[in-house]
């Protein structure tokens, strides 16, 4: 019976089990050559709108877009991304301006390059894409506006569109998701304003 087993070392028999966890990894869906993330686009979009980001922090989200080579009309229009790049190419900064002057020269040229198809009429459907892809429902948007109240009854002079920007950037920091980490920066948020009215009166 000997002669039909075959001996190995200790190390060849750890090299052997090394090798087959190895290779026994999955893939994920966005590891995957020529899969986009959407909701990271649109998370993405929204935080190149909001007003107060730094030239370096733009320039860090252009070139995050940049390496996801987005090629299909699809996902730009859905997403309306060029819409909120477009106007960077004015941007005061050289930087900023040029790596979205290269991403809408590059998607202009993609774009033409395509046939003409003819136009389709907005349907229901289509026309509701957006929302849902950054699930936003209407228990979700009840609690933002609340959020936003909060911040604004806290703040000595934060204005009505700079406290849905403050809420709104910790949104998207939150993945556009609302669950106890949300909440949790809202509150602590608030706490920060408050303080701040405190020790100024």
Known sequence: ????????????????????RQCLRQATIASLPGVL????????????????????????LLLE????HIKSVNVLTETGLGH?????RKHDDSKV???AKELVNKW?????????????????????????????????NSVRKKAVSLIMNNSMSLTSDA????????FLDNSMKINKEYK??????????????????
Not at 1 to 20: G, H, V, Y
Request: glycine letters at 0%.
């Open 1 to 20: 019976m000997d002669k039909f087993l075959r001996k190995i070392s200790e190390d060849d028999f750890r090299k052997q089990q090394k090798s087959k």
């Open 37 to 60: 993330d959407l909701k990271r686009i649109i998370i993405i979009k929204e935080q190149l709108l909001c007003k107060n980001k730094s030239p370096s922090e733009i320039v860090k």
């Open 65 to 68: 877009i940049k390496e996801m």
């Open 84 to 88: 909120s790049i477009g106007p960077l």
């Open 97 to 99: 301006a040029a790596i």
């Open 108 to 140: 202009k040229t993609i774009i033409a390059s395509l046939p003409v198809a003819p136009v389709v009429q907005k349907t229901k459907e289509t026309a509701k894409l957006p929302l849902m892809l950054q699930n936003v429902s209407s228990s979700s």
């Open 163 to 170: 406290a849905k920007d403050m809420e709104k950037q910790i």
């Open 184 to 201: 949790q920066k809202i509150r602590q948020k608030v706490f920060e304003l408050r303080k701040e009215k405190n020790s100024s009166d």
